[in-house]
């Protein structure tokens, strides 16, 4: 009982959202924040701090939230860093900074979501070897072990990469692609298939039983009568990369242990979710609820 309620307690101990201003909106798993040398799954509604490390698995999806409202949104086997991160006060408006670091893997950065901000964004994304200046735009990029690619979708970018002047991308539907050990290509139109191919990398997938804030369905893995069974389920499933938490429930006079993901959107996604989950060792038979 003593474990359980210290891992309540380091729950209710993680940065509020305010603090910080950088939210997990939606996770599809398994995806995990590596801080301070520890890994834990991410959650929906977890709040991120400066130099912390977002790792996305096979299949996976997340979906984050600037201060401003601006979204970010991380594809599969993504490594993704979080520094910088400030809003303050010049000249009479907010200035909202931040230098985001795409080690791997895909992602998108829109404003779209955010019209009603009218402050300044100072936002520096770098894709491995490029580094994108975003004032207001929405961008899509990604890195792997042979070149770098940043596509301007809507807006106006300074780009840069390493060792090389800067140029600015303004024309809407364009890419620059940066190869390893090569000459970067110059910057071209992006076919609308290309640009829907890539764009499906980085979003949510319906039906694959991904987690989202204020999502009111819940799935249950296991129900115990001992603490010791209770936490080696919520370990494995912890380890897969999905959000589990445990909750001590009286039932009838007994206590007992319940195993459970929450912030699920809807029955299908719970759904969904249990098929994913039951192959870890420990779940059985997931029960969703509401």
Do not use: H
Not at 78 to 96: K, Y
Not at 230 to 246: H, N, Q, S, T
Not at 249 to 259: E, F, K, M, P, T
Not at 278 to 290: C, Y
């Amino acid at each position: 009982m003593k474990r359980i309620l210290a891992l309540l307690a380091l729950i209710a101990a993680l940065p509020a959202v305010a603090q910080v201003g950088v939210t997990v909106e939606a996770v599809q798993s398994p995806a995990w924040v590596e801080r301070d040398g520890r890994r834990s799954p991410l959650s929906a509604g977890m709040a991120l701090d400066n130099r912390d490390r977002v790792v996305s698995g096979a299949n996976a999806r997340v979906l984050l939230r600037m201060p401003e409202g601006s979204l970010v949104k991380l594809g599969e086997d993504a490594r993704f860093a979080i520094d910088g991160i400030a809003t303050r006060r010049e000249a009479q408006r907010n200035v909202v900074t931040a230098t985001l670091d795409v080690l791997q893997g895909a992602f998108r950065f829109t404003t779209q979501a955010a019209s009603r901000f009218r402050g300044e964004r100072r936002i520096d994304v770098r894709v491995s070897t490029v580094t994108a200046g975003i004032r207001g735009t929405d961008i899509w990029g990604k890195s792997t072990g042979d070149r770098d690619i940043v596509c301007l979708i809507e807006g106006d970018i300074s780009v840069q990469r390493q060792g090389e002047a800067a140029f600015r991308m303004n024309e809407p539907l364009s890419f620059y692609i940066a190869p390893r050990n090569a000459p970067a290509l110059p910057v071209a139109p992006v076919d609308k298939n290309q640009l829907a191919q890539w764009a499906a990398e980085t979003e949510i997938q319906p039906g694959q039983g991904a987690v989202q804030r204020g999502g009111r369905f819940r799935l249950t893995l296991a129900e115990t009568d001992t603490q010791a069974e209770a936490l080696r389920v919520y370990d494995a499933v912890r380890e897969a990369g999905f959000p589990a938490e445990i909750r001590p429930i009286d039932l009838a006079g007994r206590q007992v242990y319940r195993v459970r993901i929450s912030n699920l959107p809807s029955e299908r996604e719970a759904q969904a979710l249990a098929q994913r989950v039951r192959t870890i060792e420990g779940v059985r038979d997931p029960v969703v609820t509401r």
